[in-house]
């Protein structure tokens, strides 16, 4: 093995390395500025603040679609979804559901994926798809029986229970 004495094939090999390492900062800044726009969509959805839920969401699905990662476009896809919920746009309320569980099926991303099925439950029960409506909110409850750490259980046994209040079967909720 020789020594390089050239400096052009050595320059060439530390402008190789320095373009790594600037790519490597930019997916930390990326992964950083995800992070943090997920954190703030938790809090924005928690406070009614929909046109921001709309803005952020949006803002997290175009650098996840740069990025091309399909965590944080799957959990964008959802924050559009519960946007579009929450201003009575239920078919592309759907859509963002149906997207993003696609998404997280393929990948795993079971929190994100009880998330969806339990706006998906919502959504149906709102359309007067009982069935539908209990279909999905099964699944969340699986997922949130099977992952505890998903802190997300109560809610699903509320809008369960919501369900079967609509539908005057108290007491098979109650079961």
Same mark, same amino acid.
């Given at each position: 093995?020789?020594?390089?004495?050239?400096?052009?094939?050595?320059?060439?090999?530390?402008? !190789? #390395?320095?373009?790594?390492? *600037?790519?490597?900062?930019?997916? &930390?800044?990326? %992964?950083?500025? /995800?992070?943090?726009?997920?954190?703030?969509?938790?809090?924005?959805?928690?406070?009614?603040?929909?046109?921001?839920?709309?803005?952020?969401?949006?803002?997290?699905?175009?650098?996840?679609?740069?990025?091309?990662?399909?965590?944080?476009?799957?959990?964008?896809?959802?924050?559009?979804?519960?946007?579009?919920?929450?201003?009575?746009?239920?078919?592309?309320?759907?859509? !963002? #559901?149906?997207?993003?569980? *696609?998404?997280?099926?393929?990948? &795993?991303?079971? %929190?994100?994926? /009880?998330?969806?099925?339990?706006?998906?439950?919502?959504?149906?029960?709102?359309?007067?798809?009982?069935?539908?409506?209990?279909?999905?909110?099964?699944?969340?409850?699986?997922?949130?029986?099977?992952?505890?750490?998903?802190?997300?259980?109560?809610?699903?046994?509320?809008?369960?229970?919501?369900?079967?209040?609509?539908?005057?079967?108290?007491?098979?909720?109650?079961?």
């Amino acid at each position: 093995m020789q020594n390089c004495m050239a400096p052009f094939p050595c320059a060439k090999f530390v402008e !190789s #390395c320095n373009i790594v390492i *600037e790519k490597r900062k930019g997916m &930390e800044a990326y %992964k950083e500025e /995800a992070a943090t726009l997920e954190k703030q969509l938790l809090i924005l959805r928690e406070q009614g603040k929909l046109e921001e839920v709309a803005q952020t969401a949006r803002r997290l699905f175009d650098i996840a679609q740069l990025h091309q990662d399909t965590y944080y476009s799957a959990a964008a896809l959802y924050f559009q979804a519960f946007y579009e919920f929450s201003v009575g746009n239920y078919k592309a309320c759907l859509q !963002s #559901c149906f997207n993003s569980e *696609e998404i997280s099926e393929k990948n &795993e991303y079971l %929190k994100i994926l /009880a998330y969806v099925h339990n706006l998906q439950g919502i959504v149906y029960s709102d359309l007067g798809d009982f069935l539908t409506s209990l279909h999905y909110f099964l699944k969340a409850y699986y997922l949130t029986i099977d992952h505890p750490e998903f802190e997300y259980h109560y809610a699903i046994i509320n809008n369960l229970g919501t369900l079967f209040h609509e539908i005057d079967c108290e007491e098979k909720g109650i079961e």
